[in-house]
């Protein structure tokens, strides 16, 4: 019995389950920027990354199922590269963090000029509104940003406000108004 299993574990050579498993990893990669690249309108780059996941789809693919039988194996590879490939996937695309965010801050009507102007000397455009809290007379602040700016935004508002009630929402569309250019690299 334990022959067998030995056997199961040892008859595709190391090198070629590792490869099946950063291929996929690379696949399940491109797929995931893939996906994330078209629902946010890059649909370009999206349609190109496509064809280079199809394509490596099909290689590993038969690889894995012409030889399942012989080499179970091959079938865990491919399983956990596609486990990391989902992950890695995420990363990268947190990493470029295509796309918008609404940024918006509730502070004190003292503090939010100081943060308006900071913010404005930084690039961003800020939206000033005039709100009432529990207790006293708030600004709400709205800050039009791009991904990868956010955290910079933040920051900005903590520096100067480091309790300020802070909300950060993806956005879809924006059409007018003032937002730090992006490059349209594949848009």
Not at 4 to 21: A, K
Not at 104 to 131: M, N, P, W, Y
Request: charged share 20%.
């Amino acid at each position: 019995m334990w022959q067998n299993i030995l056997e199961i574990l040892t008859v595709t050579p190391f090198y070629e389950l590792l490869f099946i498993f950063l291929a996929k990893i690379v696949e399940v990669s491109i797929g995931t920027m893939r996906i994330i690249l078209i629902s946010k309108g890059y649909r370009k780059i999206g349609t190109s990354l496509a064809i280079v996941e199809i394509f490596l789809w099909v290689f590993i693919a038969s690889s894995v199922i012409n030889g399942i039988t012989e080499s179970p194996m091959k079938g865990v590879a491919y399983s956990f590269g596609f486990a990391a490939g989902v992950y890695v996937g995420s990363l990268i695309e947190q990493k470029l963090a295509f796309g918008k965010v609404l940024i918006q801050t509730i502070t004190s009507k003292a503090l939010a000029t100081d943060i308006c102007a900071h913010l404005r000397e930084a690039g961003f455009g800020v939206t000033s509104l005039e709100a009432m809290g529990k207790d006293d007379e708030k600004s709400v602040l709205m800050i039009y940003a791009n991904r990868r700016d956010a955290s910079k935004v933040v920051q900005g508002i903590k520096l100067i406000h480091p309790k300020a009630m802070i909300v950060s929402n993806e956005i879809s569309n924006v059409s007018g108004g003032y937002i730090n250019p992006m490059k349209k690299l594949f848009k």
